[in-house]
């Protein structure tokens, strides 16, 4: 599907000649390869412990939660260091993410890297105001244990990475492709499964972004609208320039609105101009995710789903599509580090400006300092001080500012370039412990 180039190379079936750089548009998840035994502890920690408990020793092993700001200040990961945090806006918090590192296939022998995951969900709490809370707690930790390596989808990472041990140490653009794909049939089936007793899951999807770093080589895939940036170093003027990796799927891109279009050109409303916002159908503003099943699967766009989310017309091709922009490229000594987030601080933040803070700023909590300027310009909008918007709780304070996570991961050349380096063991969930009381 795709093959590493010296520059870079974006895969995708309807989006083509981005430049790398360009401001321009993706959400999914992928799958971290890792020995059995680590694999196993992995899963189970998804289903049963915290997160992030094998991560180190220290009481902050799997970051900090502090009313509705969760952070990891730093740590070390394969080929560098990394630095994360998460705040809360919305009632129940949306955003997902993870940081992995360590091998990067079955063997032990493996070569190893590092992954990032940020899932930015959406549907489900506006569903769930017609639920108790007890109810909907339940919905997201089923929903996010689908996003966050389903068993089915495990499998399918480890089976597709076996048939490519050959190819880029086992990890290529069609790898993280199929995961994608097996990470999207399972959702839909966990909908399925559950479309009597729990209709409104057909409306819950989530943006994802997904980074993979190894043996040099850089991997991104994205469905939605989240964004990574790398931070290139310039030498020739000594400064560091914001190079945008990821394609971004979101309708207020006339780009986007083309491709709907051209796979819809029988449908007059395929795109709608609602409270000057683009909307799909009028009713979301992404093109790509995972789940969002009623707009996938005719048979979910009925009753017993909410009259809000069906469509008063049956369709015979799905909506959406999961199937990410995907980008390949080779990693240099001039590239200093990558800002994954979702577009909660990219609201708030140019691409520039990330940047910008990223350089300038000690790596040590980095995380946070990007959040902090993000919320200072939000806060700044609305002609308010910062420190009267930290006041403000969980629900009401979505009308500032989006739920956002950001991870900075860091790059030292003399480590990425090493596929063969044995570093620490690093599994970490963003926004665990977040309790959504008290405010930050």
């Known amino acids: ?30 799958y971290l390869l890792i020995d059995t035994d680590s694999r196993n502890s992995l899963i189970s920690g998804l289903f049963g412990r915290e997160y992030g408990e094998n991560s180190s020793n220290g009481g902050d092993a799997a970051g900090r939660a502090e009313g509705l700001l969760w952070y990891k200040d730093s740590g070390q990961h394969v080929n560098g260091e990394f630095s994360m945090a998460v705040i809360q806006a919305n009632n129940l918090l949306e955003d997902c993410s993870q940081l992995e590192s360590g ?37 997201y930790g089923y929903v ?24 880029n140490n086992g990890m290529s653009a069609d790898v993280i492709n199929k995961a994608f794909l097996a990470t999207e049939e399972e959702f839909l089936s966990l909908v399925k ?6 209709p409104q899951i057909a409306s819950v999807g989530a943006c994802c972004l997904v980074g993979v770093v190894c043996g040099g080589i850089l991997y991104i895939a994205n469905a939605g609208d989240s964004r990574v940036v790398l931070g290139r170093l310039e030498r020739a003027i000594k400064e560091i320039k914001a190079v945008q990796l990821s394609y971004e799927h979101n309708a207020s891109i006339e780009s986007v609105r083309e491709e709907l279009h051209s796979l819809h050109p029988d449908d007059p409303h395929i795109v709608v101009l609602k409270h000057k916002v683009w909307r ?10 995972i789940g969002d099943a009623y707009l996938k699967r005719a048979e979910f766009n009925r009753e ?19 199937e990410p922009t995907i980008l390949v490229q080779k990693l240099y000594p001039e590239d200093q580090f990558l800002i994954f987030a979702s577009d909660g601080l990219w609201e708030h933040l140019s691409n520039q400006e990330a940047v910008d803070i990223v350089h300038s700023c000690p790596r040590n909590g980095v995380a946070r300092k990007l959040l902090k300027a993000a919320l200072c310009e939000a806060a700044k909008k609305r002609e308010m001080r910062y420190s009267d918007l930290k006041k403000i709780d969980r629900g009401v304070r979505r009308h500032f500012h989006d739920d956002i996570t950001v991870i900075v991961l860091f790059l030292d050349s003399n480590l990425v370039s090493r596929s063969s380096f044995r ?18």
């Open 1 to 30: 599907m795709v093959s590493a180039s010296n520059k870079g190379l974006i895969s995708d079936t309807s989006f083509v000649g981005l430049e790398i750089g360009e401001k321009q548009e993706p959400r999914t998840v992928s």
């Open 103 to 139: 091998p990067m296939s079955s063997a032990e022998s493996g070569p190893h890297g590092t992954f990032v995951g940020v899932y930015d969900g959406h549907g489900g709490p506006e569903a769930a105001r017609f639920q108790r809370r007890k109810e909907l707690r339940t919905l």
């Open 144 to 167: 996010s244990s689908v996003l966050f390596f389903g068993v089915l989808g495990w499998r399918a990472m480890l089976e597709f990475s076996e048939k490519f041990t050959s190819e």
């Open 193 to 198: 499964k559950q479309w009597l007793n729990k």
């Open 280 to 289: 799909v159908r009028g009713l979301i503003q992404i093109s790509r995710s």
């Open 304 to 322: 017993p789903l909410l009259a809000k989310f069906r469509l008063p017309e049956p369709f015979d091709k799905p909506i959406l599509k999961a």
């Open 423 to 440: 570093g620490p063991l690093i599994s970490i969930k963003g926004g665990c412990g977040v309790s959504g009381n008290g405010n930050t």
